[in-house]
């Protein structure tokens, strides 16, 4: 199915900002345009570092950068196409606060 990602501009906001973490983003993203995905395994298939959120969130969070960077996405499947939303997007480090706080499930930035 078609990918539709919502909130590109964020990422490549962080990116400009963060020049550490273009790289892998740019790689990220090209692998994002051959994907054809029809479930949340499929997601797993293609990023084998992505972690599917569990509490019913329909979310991931991708490792980016030799996971040096993660980027939570909330994604819906949908008849013909699959939206990826941007919820999320920092450090390492700074989503091990995150997860400390129990705020990986909800947090929605953007």
Not at 65 to 74: E, W
Request: positive net charge; aromatic residues 14%.
């Amino acid at each position: 199915m078609k990918l539709h990602l919502i909130k590109k501009q964020t990422i490549e906001d962080y990116a400009f900002v963060n020049s550490g973490s273009r790289v892998g983003f740019q790689i990220w993203l090209s692998v994002l345009k051959y994907t054809d995905w029809n479930d949340p395994e499929d997601i797993q298939s293609t990023f084998g570092t992505a972690d599917i959120l569990g509490n019913g969130t329909n979310r991931v969070v991708f490792n980016i950068g030799g996971n040096k960077h993660r980027l939570i996405c909330k994604y819906q499947f949908g008849v013909t196409r699959i939206r990826l939303f941007v919820c999320w997007v920092g450090t390492h480090t700074e989503y091990t606060e995150l997860c400390r706080d129990n705020k990986q499930y909800s947090i929605s930035l953007y």
